[in-house]
Nanobody, 115 residues
């Protein structure tokens, strides 16, 4: 069993930056994909960005050029650098770890972007 703990959320003005971190209780080497998702009030959870064990990344169109996902297998962390934040980025952000046989979610961290 692996626990994922997100941190780094908060309140920021539009145009500002935040850096989210996801710390795993165990090794993340076995997870093919690590990712960040978000869920805004009244909306479904949506993909923000994912990164494979080989470093390949996928971003939602809405965050391309503004967000950067990174992964440190030795520290069992996945980070999301968010720049040029917009009010529509307001959501609870969740970390995900996934392999062929397992999937884990964190509890989420709130991001609020004021206009």
């Amino acid at each position: 069993q692996v626990q994922l703990v997100e941190s780094g959320g908060g309140l920021v003005q539009a145009g500002g930056s935040l850096r989210l971190s996801c710390a795993a209780s165990g090794s993340i080497f076995r997870f093919n994909v690590m990712g960040w998702y978000r869920q805004a009030p009244g909306k479904q959870r949506e993909l923000v960005a994912t990164i494979t064990s080989g470093g390949s990344t996928i971003y939602a169109d809405s965050v391309k050029g503004r967000f950067t996902i990174s992964r440190d297998n030795t520290k069992s962390t996945v980070n999301l650098q968010m720049n040029s934040l917009k009010p529509e980025d307001t959501a609870v952000y969740y970390c995900e770890a996934r392999s062929s046989f397992e999937q884990y979610w964190g509890q989420g961290t709130q991001v609020i972007v004021s206009s």
